[in-house]
């Protein structure tokens, strides 16, 4: 499945941002999706995944209770909505896709990644 991330930009500390994710299968339902972030210096690292169906979500600690992830199955897109964003947040944001069982939020490893979107906070 390919991937497109969009809706990176430049926000202030204590802002709120959303990216999307475009995907080209027309069977988005068969993955696990999920998203990425990896900032300057440091390895990528998890954010946060949803189940096929959408019922079940996981996320890092680092942004449990800010970030929220959704997904539209029948227009083939995944969001991340994220608030309270801080300047450690700052990084680009990868969407990824895994081949799973329904119920399952296990992305890692992702079996696609799209290109990263950039997410700047300033303060």
């Known amino acids: 499945v390919q991937l497109q991330a969009s809706g990176g930009g430049l926000v202030q500390a204590g802002g709120s941002l959303s990216v999307s994710c475009a995907a080209s299968?027309?069977?988005?339902?068969?993955?696990?999706m999920g998203w990425f972030r990896q900032a300057p210096g440091k390895e990528r690292e998890f954010v946060a995944s949803i189940s096929r169906a959408g019922t079940k979500t996981d996320y890092a600690e680092a942004v449990k209770g800010r970030f929220r992830i959704s997904r539209d199955n029948a227009k083939n897109m995944v969001y991340l909505q994220m608030k309270s964003l801080k300047l450690e947040d700052t990084a680009v944001y990868y969407c990824a896709a895994k081949t799973g069982v329904t119920g399952d939020t296990n992305i890692r490893p992702p079996n696609s990644w799209g290109q990263g979107t950039l997410v700047t906070v300033s303060s």
């Open positions: 299968s027309p069977t988005l339902s068969n993955y696990i």
